[in-house]
């Protein structure tokens, strides 16, 4: 099993420019997870899908899309980069059930300047 | 507002002594409670969870207490080696709405030889 795999690990983006940030899972998870991290800020929740089909908003959706077509496949999208969407992003993945720990990706680096 | 802190960004401790982090959380009723463990340029992963109604939960040399009474929770690693240094994140999930993690800032802990 891979676990989490987010795809890429790094990103230089400009202002304006759009990109998806990939994210799959092999554990047949339903839950599944985008956060953020910005130095001493901790993980920001963006978006969350609880099963295919079904996404809904976290703390700071704006400027972030996401879908969910598939239970694997949890990509988000960046329209429009700017450059406070610099920061760590991290997918996640957990079952439904309590206690429902996470399983997190290695994260992808952006950086828009 | 609901919110979490951890006690403070960086923690220095000798090797062989015990690591005290603190977790404290206002506004907020949580079903249960997870500490993670992320390493420089890494996703966190998963290390305890401890549930309302426990008072205390080991694994090997970590010990995790929580107190709803004091909104508090704190992460011990006793006889503390320097492959404990790592930032440590308290994550709280709720009763209700539970398909969300809401995340702590993380402390940076080093252990020093």
């Known amino acids: 099993n891979a676990g989490v795999t987010q795809t890429p690990k790094f990103r230089i983006l400009k202002i304006g420019q759009s990109m998806t940030l990939q994210c799959t899972q092999d554990?047949?998870?339903?839950?599944m997870y985008w956060y953020r991290q910005d130095p001493g800020m901790g993980l920001k929740l963006i978006y969350y899908s609880v099963g295919a089909g079904i996404t809904d908003k976290g703390e700071v959706p704006n400027g972030y899309n996401v879908s969910r077509s598939t239970t694997e496949d949890f990509p988000l999208r960046l329209e429009l980069a700017a450059p406070s969407q610099t920061s760590v992003y991290f997918c996640?993945?957990?079952?439904?059930?309590?206690?429902?720990?996470?399983?997190f990706g290695e994260g992808s680096r952006l950086t828009v300047l | 507002s609901q919110k979490i802190e951890q006690n403070s960004e960086a923690l220095n401790i000798q090797e062989g002594k015990t690591a005290t982090l603190t977790c404290n959380y206002t506004n907020y009723s949580p079903a249960y409670l997870q500490w993670y463990r992320q390493d420089p340029g890494r996703g966190p992963v998963f290390l305890l969870l401890?549930?309302?109604?426990?008072k205390e939960k080991r694994k090997e040399r970590l010990k995790v207490t929580f107190d709803t009474t004091l909104k508090q929770s704190l992460f011990h690693i006793t006889a503390s080696q320097p492959a404990d240094s790592a930032t440590y994140l308290c994550a709280l999930i709720s009763n209700f709405g539970n398909e969300k993690l809401t995340f702590g800032t993380g402390t940076r802990l080093t252990i020093i030889p």
């Open positions: 996640a993945s957990r079952t439904q059930g309590f206690p429902g720990e996470l399983f």
């Open positions: 554990m047949n998870h339903n839950y």
């Open positions: 401890i549930r309302e109604n426990e």
